[in-house]
């Protein structure tokens, strides 16, 4: 409101204020969507709205419920209660309280902690509020369960953690037919574990199981909890060009990219925080005062020869289903293949934007035969 009403006195300085008035009724900012995001420790409700605006939070134990008075100047909400099928809330409601505030019900199932923040623009998204409720008592269990299962492994046993690029806010890179990298990655993901699990000496986990956004950081955190021995993030490329099609694999640059291409998709890949909005817990992300320099940068040089050796035979197979964009594997900065104590490389599957590549991706045929084909890859890098 204020900025709005300095814009007026500004603007009627240069004595047009007259047309102003008509715009002024639509300065307001409206609440035009709700989404909301399902992971196994917490959920992601997001808000678009056309502006940026304030807001004020309380919550209550019985019933538990989570509140946000929203203030922006003239407010109002296209969205007014949704009933939800999520395993923390209920319902949302939205109530209009007069012409300027606007006020969100989370009806919980049970006591959560609320973390709130905003988005700014970005691409094809508007200004967004995020509220993340997050089950505490999940969190730690699932924590748990990922330091249990690297305590529990057999002598001898490999663990490999498949990444499913993407995921909740971040759609990653859209099809033509409008198919979603972020969902082929999981379906083909759930087929890799699923073949490497039939192996005794294997045990693979997904970082991500179903449709909710994960940082990119907290992707390598939660392969170190499992005790990664192999970290395989998956995707599937993107141009502006519907032409190009073709698979290609990546591995970490720590000194810049082999090629302007491979650069320009590293920083595509790492916008995801952006996107999918990263909101990174401090604790999280701290540096490990144990681990030295020297020792890191020694994990790190054989984490990266291990890597490009992966890399390698993934494209040997995987030429065999598709062919390949380029015949050897590229080395950018991506910031999920950071990890310095466990090999990890990027695969791009296909090109999610040529219409024939799309046809493909969303083929269970294919899905099955890339699932395989990178499981079989895996296998052989660990008895070479
Ligand atoms: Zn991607």
């Given amino acids: 409101m204020g900025t709005n009403f300095l814009k007026i006195i500004f603007l009627s300085f240069l004595g047009i204020s007259i047309f102003l008035l008509q715009p002024l009724t639509v300065l307001g900012v409206t609440i035009m969507d709700v989404r909301l995001w399902a992971a196994p420790d917490h959920t992601r409700i997001v808000l678009d709205l056309t502006g940026p605006i304030q807001y004020e939070s309380s919550s209550q134990e019985s019933p538990p419920q989570f509140q946000l008075e929203l203030k922006g100047g003239l407010l109002k909400t ?22 300027d505030r606007v006020k969100l019900i989370l009806h919980q199932k049970k006591p959560l902690k609320t973390n709130v923040f905003f988005l700014k623009p970005y691409q094809d998204k508007t200004h967004r ?3 993340d409720l997050i089950d505490v008592v999940q969190e730690k269990k699932e924590l748990e369960e990922r330091q249990r299962q690297k305590e529990i492994k057999p002598k001898g046993t490999k663990i490999v953690v498949i990444d499913p690029g993407h ?9 033509p037919k409008k198919t979603m990298e ?85 920083d595509k890949e790492n916008t995801s925080n952006i996107l999918g909005g990263a909101f990174l817990r401090p604790a999280a992300f701290a540096k490990d005062p144990n681990l030295n320099q020297i020792l890191l940068d020694l994990m790190q040089n054989n984490s990266m020869k291990e890597s490009l ?18 015949p050897s594997y590229r080395q950018a900065n991506f910031i ?13 599957m296909a090109f999610i934007t040529n219409k024939e590549d799309e046809r493909l991706l969303n083929h269970n045929d294919f899905q099955e035969k890339m699932a395989r084909t990178l499981s079989t890859s895996i296998k052989k890098h660990f008895k070479p």
């Fill in 129 to 131: 509020l995020v509220i």
């Fill in 336 to 348: 999920v293949l950071k990890a310095p104590d466990f090999p990890s490389v990027l695969v791009e």
């Fill in 182 to 266: 972020k969902e082929i990655v999981l379906k083909v993901g759930e087929k890799v574990v699923h073949l490497l699990n039939q192996n005794k000496e294997i045990q693979a986990f997904l970082t991500r199981k179903g449709d909710y956004f994960i940082p990119l950081e907290e992707r390598i955190k939660i392969g170190r909890e499992y005790g990664a021995d192999l970290f395989v993030s998956l995707h599937t490329d993107g141009s502006f060009n519907p032409l190009v099609r073709g698979s290609s694999v990546y591995c970490l640059s720590l000194s810049g990219a082999t090629d302007q291409a491979a650069k320009i998709l590293a």
């Fill in 309 to 326: 050796r992966l890399a390698e035979t993934i494209l040997e197979d995987i030429k065999t289903i598709n062919p390949l964009k380029y």
């Fill in 167 to 175: 995921g909740g806010e971040d759609p990653g890179a859209v099809g």
């Fill in 78 to 99: 296209l969205k007014k209660e949704m009933e939800v099928k999520d395993p923390c809330v209920t319902k949302i409601s939205l109530i209009e309280l007069g012409k």
